[in-house]
């Protein structure tokens, strides 16, 4: 039988349109045969239960599940396909994806001939992949709440958000648990990543050759990595939280050119922020705080700009194996060292004197980790003692002339509870 829309709005655009919405009874196939019904610019409002229907949309639409619906494909491809422009899809539950990584089956897909579609606050519980942005151009996922899968290995589960070639996405707002990782970017360029919350997945954001893009805002916690940019340039990240993460907070390999401000890292077990190959950076005002290693370059990482940052109880403030000196302050300011026995005489906030983190004993430890057993022996004490008094002793390394004496926490430390 036929599925009249219930009531009509006038659609104000370059023509005179009128948009009707349609309410779509719980059955079926009824969302497919409501489809066939509408028109452009329609909305489908559908009715409180569970459709047991995949749902392509290729033209101008707005499913609406109004946050009591429920869409299942059976566990055959993904549940919401998008292929037409200007496609809203908001409070929607999707369930029932595929297992095939080959057509990355999903809660919800963008194809790359959808353009500017909004994925506004569904739900994804156990898809393989939650959200797949395949190519769409300036698409917006928004508030969105993605449960992955826990029944595979993490590396053979699916992403909680993928972009590929998917330039002007943004991704905000968004809460991803489960699955592999959180949000994985690879050959798109100009997207925004914001103010989502990520918690138990392999990486939080894995980015790979994505240029002019921002990643800023986020919460990471308890996943293996938090933000891992590479093979990229020209990348802010900006006032994100990394809060016990198993390995590192903060990771550039290869990634160039980029600027990593106002981020709270803490608790990282080996490493708050680690550079292999990355160059002409700037890291300012980030707190690293209680990890093994607050940073770690590695693989000829040249020309970063160092300073503002605070260095808070890590086992190892820095660690930088080189035979010259590489200055870690701007501008005559420099980083809060907490380790750093400093002293003010003339009250400018600056240590007086400049402070070396590494010594010759650490490029040792480095090289030999099982010279740990000698560290409490006189002839180590007195090696220490001698390269502090005599610094021209000292091999090369870190030195920052203008240590700071007070710590700023920056603001994205108030994102989470102290304990995250």
Not at 43 to 70: C, F, I, K, W
Not at 315 to 328: C, D, G, I, M, P
Not at 360 to 367: E, K, R, V
Request: with cysteine; hydrophobic share 40%; proline share 3%.
């Amino acid at each position: 039988m036929k599925q009249w829309p219930l009531s009509l709005a006038l659609c104000l655009a370059s023509t005179c349109l009128w948009a009707a919405e349609w309410d779509v009874p719980l059955r079926d196939g009824a969302i497919a045969e409501t489809l066939a019904q509408a028109a452009d610019g329609d909305t489908l409002r559908l009715s409180a239960g569970t459709y047991n229907e995949a749902v392509v949309l290729d033209r101008p639409m707005t499913l609406d599940g109004q946050g009591h619906a429920t869409l299942d494909a059976g566990g055959i491809g993904s549940v919401i396909t998008v292929t037409g422009d200007d496609v809203t899809v908001r409070g929607v539950t999707v369930i029932g994806s595929g297992d095939s990584h080959d057509t990355i089956d999903s809660g919800i897909q963008l194809k790359k001939s959808a353009y500017a579609p909004q994925i506004l606050n569904n739900v994804s519980l156990g898809n393989l992949y939650g959200i797949d942005i395949h190519g769409a151009k300036d698409a917006l996922v928004q508030g969105n709440q993605i449960e992955g899968r826990l029944d595979k290995r993490v590396n053979d589960r699916g992403n909680g958000v993928y972009v590929w070639n998917a330039p002007g996405a943004v991704v905000d707002g968004n809460d991803v648990q489960y699955g592999r990782d959180g949000i994985f970017v690879n050959s798109s360029k100009k997207n925004i990543f914001s103010n989502n919350t990520f918690r138990d997945l392999r990486f939080a954001v894995h980015y790979m050759y994505a240029d002019r893009s921002e990643v800023r805002g986020n919460i990471s916690i308890n996943n293996d990595l938090g933000y891992a940019v590479m093979f990229t340039s020209n990348v802010k990240v900006m006032d994100n939280v990394s809060i016990n993460d198993r390995e590192h907070g903060v990771m550039l390999n290869y990634a160039n050119r980029s600027v990593i401000t106002g981020n709270y890292v803490r608790g990282a077990k080996e490493k708050c922020t680690f550079l292999y190959n990355a160059n002409k950076n700037t890291f300012a005002d980030n707190w690293f705080e209680g990890c093994g290693i607050g940073i770690h370059f590695s693989a000829g990482s040249q020309d970063n700009k160092i300073y503002g940052n605070a260095f808070v109880g890590n086992r190892t403030q820095v660690k930088l194996v080189s035979t010259k000196w590489h200055e870690w302050s701007e501008d005559g300011r420099g980083n809060y060292w907490s380790d750093n026995a400093a002293y003010d005489v003339n009250g400018d906030g600056l240590g007086d004197a400049p402070y070396r983190p590494n010594d010759s004993m650490d490029h040792i430890l480095w090289q030999q980790p099982s010279a740990k057993l000698l560290l409490g022996s006189p002839a180590v004490q007195l090696v220490r003692w001698s390269q502090s008094a005599f610094p021209a002793l000292l091999p090369g390394g870190v030195i920052d002339s203008f240590p700071l004496m007070k710590p700023v926490k920056p603001a994205a430390a108030g994102k989470v509870a102290h304990d995250g």
